[in-house]
């Protein structure tokens, strides 16, 4: 497993970075184990989580995957770049969620204590809160980095416009800069392409993207028809990702690239983490299991590296294509 520089830091992350906000829920903490082992055994040492994981339980299983992982880690925490967020509804009263300066630092020590550990490696806003002044997120980040409770922040689910101001905001201020940011990006989903992942590349910002198998869409296993169960029908996490993927269309150009991944010889599946390592503005792609068996293909994408030139023009083109008929719709 190659490392590879954390945007304008000088830390290194694994090539891949294991998601786990099903552990807990959708994988009991055996199987959760059983996938921690797997990816560490692969090399996979950058691990993401937030403090209201596993998704879909809501506030009755909220922090049981930082549980999890702060068990699991025991000795082998200095081995791990520890990645959490905040910013999700955490309890029943109205501050128990959000950007202001009582629950970011509230969130922190309750990470770090579910956690097992005196900090975290990067600690991420999971969303973008309206209703908190922005200044005032940051610098409640900044007191999280000087306390020694994070090495580094950054953001998750933002737009490119919120990123700049946040960067901004930080530079003019002299506090603890954004470092990285988690946008939704796959073969199904190239938005952020447009402005995110340009001012990242410039400005030198990790960038970590989720999804990049659009939640298990895109290893072709599914079938059109009411989802199984699992992830796709996990409580209100189960219908975000319905209203993503679950669409004839997607269901269409999944089986086109079921082709495309054939003839190059490849599994879909590493076909589109390669896709996406591809793209010299991303750092670590984000990804998700809910059997350890299903690593094997992500891990073969980071050991191959980006796709040659002449297969991912030809991926870029179908789903540009996509993009412009949908848009037509």
Known sequence: MRHVKFGRTGLRVSQLCLGTMTFGLQCDEAQSVRILDAAFDGGVDFLD???????GGGLDTAGRTEEILGRWMGQKRHEIILATKCVGQMGPKPWNQGMSRKHILAAIDASLTRLKTDHVDLYQLHGFDPSTPI??????????VRSGKARYVGVSNWMAHRLARAVGRTELKGLAPIVSVQPR????????????LPFCEEEGIAVIPYNPLAGGFLTGKHAAG?????????????ALYQARYWHDRQFEAVETLREVAREAGMSLATLAVRWVLSNPAI??????ASRPEQLGDSLAAAE????????KEKLDDLTLAWR???ADR
């Open 304 to 311: 191959a590296g980006p796709l040659p030139a002449d297969l």
């Open 185 to 196: 990006y796959n073969l199904l989903f190239r938005t952020f392409e447009r402005d995110l």
């Open 324 to 326: 412009a008929v949908d």
């Open 135 to 144: 200044d005032e997120a940051l610098e409640a980040l900044d007191a999280v």
């Open 226 to 238: 009411p989802p199984p169960e699992g992830r796709f029908t996990l409580g209100r996490a189960g």
């Open 283 to 288: 750092t670590a792609p984000i990804i998700g």
């Open 49 to 55: 989580a937030a403090d209201v994981y596993p998704l």
